[in-house]
């Protein structure tokens, strides 16, 4: 069995994180492995409280994990410190591991930061040199790329092309903020812009989109899928996840992130049942 590892906060909401990562590798026959960067107090409405995780318990969650089980794929999501960056990017740089995928997630959807600002260049300097994919939206994008604005397609080329100056392998902006019936995201890999576009699903259950878009492309790299093909399988995957996410909470509810498990079975995706 693949085995991945996310290094990323827990939510205790059970939609994004650390806890969508792992529904995520599950979803994929992928062994799933975490390092827990900060614990927070979570809902679908709102970000109550975090406790960021000393940088050495960082370190050292991930070096028990890489030097005993092995990893074929990690994901980064939240960080929150720029002492942490630079802990992850010590252990990762040690472990000379090829795949991976950063999620630059600066930004709760109800608001909350969860990078400090004083991290993002950290971010920049320490972590994106040493990865395959960084996986911004048009919020995180505008800010890496240094514009004001992305609006449309060219823009889009113009932040991807900036961004990966930066060091990283390969760029992947998504389109999710951008207006329109279709969802437009981009891949640029240093040659060449790979474009997927797909219909837009009217949800307001988009909690965690981000953590499982980049936890799938991590799972599918680990399964040994080039990153156009990972990129092209986890969107399929995503349609799933939110056309049949859940309405639970006040907020912004959580994805389905092993609805395609149970549609293949033939239960409901909403309402479960044994799989065996």
Known sequence: MKRALSIAGSDSGGGAGIQADLKTFCAFGVYGMTAITAVTAQNTQQVEAIQAISPQTVAAQIRCVVDDIGVDAVKTGMLFSADIIEAVASELARSGIENLVVDPVMVAKSGARLLREDAIQSLVVRLLPLALLVTPNIPEA??????????????MQEAARRIREKGVKAVLI??????????????FDGEQFHLFRGKRIDTRNTHGTGCTYSAAICALLALGYNLPEAVGEARRYMELVIAHSLPLGGGFGPTNHLAPLFMKAGISPQEGGKLW
Do not use: R, S
């Open 142 to 155: 505008l800010i890496l790329a240094g514009m004001e604005k992305i609006e449309n397609l060219e823009e």
């Open 174 to 187: 998504k389109g999710g903020h951008l207006p329109g019936e279709e969802t437009l995201d981009l891949l």
